[in-house]
């Protein structure tokens, strides 16, 4: 079982910038793709921005120039940089991880996870 801990969400000012964390911890052997998703009330959770285990990154068309999606590797976080903040941005933001768990002496167990979700809201 590999544990999602999120930070960073808040109240800003549309044109603001609000930088999110997500930290994995756990029986960790490997992390492939990390992703960041938000659902706004009433809506679908919708995919904001990805990144492959080598650094390759994937952007929403709604959120490309303003957001921006890293990792550190060695200490298994996530983060996404938000800037030009926008009203319709508000949501709960998910993050997501593709992780691979090794216990010692026991067959690998790939598996998807999902963070606890942090509020951005943003107001105009």
């Known amino acids: 079982q590999v544990r999602l801990v999120e930070s960073g969400g808040g109240l800003v000012q549309a044109g603001g910038s609000l930088g999110l964390s997500c930290a994995a911890s756990?029986?960790?052997?490997?992390?492939?793709?990390m992703d960041w998703y938000r659902q706004a009330p009433g809506k679908q959770r919708e995919l904001v921005a990805s990144?492959?285990?080598?650094?390759?990154?994937n952007y929403a068309d709604s959120v490309k120039g303003r957001f921006t999606i890293s990792r550190d590797n060695a200490k298994n976080t996530v983060y996404l940089q938000m800037n030009s903040l926008k009203p319709e941005d508000t949501a709960v933001y998910y993050c997501?991880?593709?992780?691979?768990?090794?216990?010692?002496?026991?067959?690998?167990?790939?598996?998807?996870?999902w963070g606890q979700g942090t509020q951005v809201t943003v107001s105009s």
């Open positions: 997501h991880v593709d992780a691979s768990t090794r216990p010692p002496g026991r067959l690998p167990y790939r598996d998807i996870y």
């Open positions: 756990g029986n960790i052997f490997r992390i492939n793709d």
């Open positions: 990144i492959s285990s080598g650094g390759d990154t």
